[in-house]
């Protein structure tokens, strides 16, 4: 049974920087696509950036493009979020998701697995 923890979330300015850090346990995220998604307050949970792992990948929504870089690390089957340029509007709980296992692209679909999120609060 694949687990998924997520780490590094916090308080950052606007204009700062923050990386997310998603520890999968359990299962090798080799064949998976690894979403990160986030709610902010008073709003559905979205996709934000996805990384199939085998292919490398990514997809994101407009609105982080340029400024959000979803990773992975293979050796520690960890997955990053690293938010440069924070805006207010970036706040919300964050969580790791992951669809698998999948042959070729496994971004696009529902995902079966979930962190429990971590907050990240974007203010001066």
């Known amino acids: 049974q694949l687990q998924l923890v997520e780490s590094g979330g916090g308080l950052v300015p606007p204009g700062g920087s923050l990386r997310l850090s998603c520890a999968a346990a359990g299962v090798s995220l080799d064949y998976y696509g690894v979403a990160w998604y986030r709610q902010a307050p008073g709003k559905e949970r979205g996709g934000v950036a996805c990384i199939t792992v085998s292919t490398q990948l990514t997809s994101y929504i407009n609105d982080v493009k340029g400024r959000f870089t979803i990773s992975n690390n293979d050796a520690k089957n960890m997955v990053y979020l690293d938010m440069n340029n924070v805006r207010p509007e970036d706040t919300g709980i964050y969580y790791c998701?992951?669809?698998?296992?999948?042959?070729?692209?496994?971004?696009?679909?529902?995902?079966?697995?979930w962190g429990k999120g971590i907050q990240v609060t974007v203010a001066s």
């Open positions: 998701g992951a669809h698998g296992p999948r042959i070729g692209d496994a971004c696009g679909y529902g995902m079966e697995y």
